[in-house]
């Protein structure tokens, strides 16, 4: 087993999804000023004729911005990004990707860096930016926050 296979293996051993996730929330954990949660809200969104619910991977407590990990970013988690974007638009999503550099498809020359900026996403490669975790709280991504999971920010 290589060393990176051993790697995740050891973060889903431990309950993490990837070892990108074991990583972030290590930096989050170890960053004094920065409290966080690890997949604890839903969100409910609506897709064509089905009611279905997107668990985020890490929301930062202090400031409302919400994280999503990714190594791969397949055509089912970008659309399904553009409908909670679109039915939740006061939500601060934001991507760390392994590669953002990597393209969408072997077709397509669009990276996934390229599709965020289009859509309207901030992203990062491989950690939380310092910026984020410092950034100012954005009321209206903590009130959506606050109405869909009854949490007190």
Known sequence: MTFKKARNAAALAAGWRSGLEERIAKELTDHPDCRWT?????????????????????????????????????????QKLLFIQAEH?????????????SRISKQSKTTYGDWCRHKGFQYADRSVPEAWIAEPANFNSMVAITRLSGWVL
């Open 38 to 78: 690890y997949e604890a809200l839903r969100i409910p969104f609506t897709p064509p004729l089905k009611l279905r619910h997107y668990t985020p991977d890490f929301v930062l407590i202090n400031n409302g911005i919400i994280i999503e990990t990714k190594g791969r970013f397949v055509t089912a988690d970008r």
């Open 89 to 101: 638009p006061d939500l601060d999503i934001r991507l760390i990707f392994s590669n953002s550099k």
